[in-house]
Nanobody, 115 residues
Framework: QVQLVESGGGLVQAGGSLRLSCAAS????????MGWYRQAPGKERELVAR???????NYADSVKGRFTISRDNAKNTVYLQMNSLEPEDTAVYYC?????????WGQGTQVTISS
């Protein structure tokens, strides 16, 4: 069984920063890609950022230049540094891991940006 534990969400003012973390544990033998999705009220879940085992990254256009995804392969952990946050970034953020040829999701962490 694989567990994803997320942390780092919260409430900040516009222009502020947050750092999300997601640690994968359990019977996970190989991790390919790790990433973050988000879902705002009344909207579909969307990709925010993704990083492969080789370090290649891709970002949603709306967060390019403001968010940075990184990973620590030794710790099976992925991070999302979010700067210059905007009210439009308010959403539940979900960790996503492609490992053991399966997709795993975290429980979600709330990020709220006040104007």
């Amino acid at each position: 069984q694989v567990q994803l534990v997320e942390s780092g969400g919260g409430l900040v003012q516009a222009g502020g920063s947050l750092r999300l973390s997601c640690a994968a544990s359990g019977s996970i033998f190989s991790i390919n890609a790790m990433g973050w999705y988000r879902q705002a009220p009344g909207k579909e879940r969307e990709l925010v950022a993704r990083i492969t085992s080789g370090g290649s990254t891709n970002y949603a256009d709306s967060v390019k230049g403001r968010f940075t995804i990184s990973r620590d392969n030794a710790k099976n952990t992925v991070y999302l540094q979010m700067n210059s946050l905007e009210p439009e970034d308010t959403a539940v953020y979900y960790c996503n891991v492609l490992g053991n040829l399966k997709i795993y999701w975290g429980q979600g962490t709330q990020v709220t940006i006040s104007s």
